[in-house]
């Protein structure tokens, strides 16, 4: 079964930068497309990306398009969201999960992460 982790979050100030890891520790990891999620304090957890399998298509909320973004290195079981031009309003737990198919419904997906925090702050 496939089991996901993320790592890289962190404390950054406004207009700084993170990358973002989502490992598998177990399972058939480029068979799954890969989305990343985040939820923030009093809200409803938002789509921010996603990566088909082999990673020849990728998608991005508007709120986060020309900012962030997603690649995968199937050899070393992992998917990357690098965010560059941080602001307060990305600050959220981000999480990643996995898919059968490419850019589901968000109840599709499956396999989810622990998360990881990302604070946005000076």
């Known amino acids: 079964q496939l089991q996901l982790v993320e790592s890289g979050g962190g404390l950054v100030q406004p207009g700084g930068s993170l990358r973002l890891s989502c490992a598998a520790s177990?399972?058939?990891?480029?068979?799954?497309?890969i989305g990343w999620f985040r939820q923030a304090p009093g809200k409803e957890r938002e789509g921010v990306s996603c990566?088909?399998?082999?990673?020849?298509?990728?998608n991005y909320a508007d709120s986060v398009k020309g900012r962030f973004t997603i690649s995968r290195d199937n050899a070393k079981n992992a998917v990357y969201l690098q965010m560059n031009s941080l602001k307060p309003e990305d600050t959220a737990v981000y999480y990643c999960?996995?898919?059968?198919?490419?850019?589901?419904?968000?109840?599709?997906?499956?396999?989810w992460g622990q998360g990881t925090q990302v604070t946005v702050s000076s």
């Open positions: 999960a996995a898919s059968e198919r490419f850019d589901p419904a968000p109840n599709e997906y499956h396999s």
């Open positions: 177990s399972g058939t990891f480029d068979y799954y497309a």
């Open positions: 990566i088909s399998s082999s990673g020849m298509s990728t």
